[in-house]
């Protein structure tokens, strides 16, 4: 039995991402504030409607997933960290510490918090472990606007680095890479091309990908994720580009 969890996963790159593994014969569980409807109606493909930034309920739902599966009956066991919120945007002393609050919780802290409980639920198995991070080139490169958005990123593509030289010594131990999808045509382009001047200076540019049909198809990057999550050489500890698995 193979099995995959996904984040973010009732639309853009997560929505692809459960639908591409759900074509490859995996177990998909799928994790997000709203529920497709028609990847729901998929055989072996469920949905959970969980608010990641619930901690709480966060790890409780993916606890109860793992625990409902006998791990002696898993080749693999996967878990893809697609949830993620560019808001919000502006300059720092301009930014609502709410909204503050909400972004580092579910770029950074939910996905430590869900990792810690995938790999305390598989500790000792002989499972095949492996988790794919989402981050983004922001996490290399200061964007004026997006101080909340680019630290998170960091933050997470270190947190990846860490767990990957941790579970190294670990007997059977789980693997994990960051995985950058560079710009793709979603909900999420098109917010930030919604933003203002004084919010995002780099606004001209982003539109610009959109006029020069320069997104890609989430489609497309989630085939390339795939590939990277199933590889036979697995890029531990690795921040990879979508461009490496690309046909």
Excluded at 15 to 22: D, I, M, R, Y
Aim: glycine fraction near 6%.
């Amino acid at each position: 039995m193979k099995l995959a969890i996904v984040t973010g996963a009732s639309r853009g790159l997560g929505a692809s991402v459960v639908e591409t593994l759900h074509q490859q014969g995996f177990i998909v569980h799928g994790l997000a504030r709203s529920i497709s409807e028609d990847l729901a109606n998929l055989e072996n493909v469920y949905f959970h409607q969980v608010d990641l930034t619930d901690l709480s309920l966060a790890e409780k739902t993916l606890k109860t997933i793992l625990q409902s599966i006998p791990t002696s009956e898993l080749e693999c066991c996967y878990l893809v960290q697609n949830a993620g919120l560019v808001t919000p945007i502006g300059p720092v002393s301009t930014l609502n510490g709410k909204d503050i609050e909400t972004n580092v919780t579910l770029n950074l802290t939910a996905p430590i918090v869900l990792a810690n409980a995938f790999l305390q639920q598989l500790e000792g198995t002989q499972t095949d472990k492996r988790m794919v991070h989402v981050t983004s080139g922001a996490a290399q490169t200061p964007v004026s606007g997006w101080s909340n958005y680019s630290s998170t990123k960091a933050g997470l593509n270190m947190f990846t680095k860490s767990v990957s030289a941790e579970q190294a010594s670990v007997p059977n131990g789980a693997q994990a890479c960051a995985f950058d999808p560079s710009i793709m045509d979603t909900d999420m382009q098109a917010l930030i091309r919604s933003s203002s001047q004084e919010q995002f200076a780099d606004i001209e540019r982003f539109v610009s990908f959109k006029e020069r049909d320069m997104l890609r198809p989430p489609s497309v990057v989630a085939s390339a994720l795939v590939k990277c999550l199933c590889a036979s050489t697995f890029p531990d500890g690795e921040v990879v580009s979508v461009d490496r698995y690309l046909d």
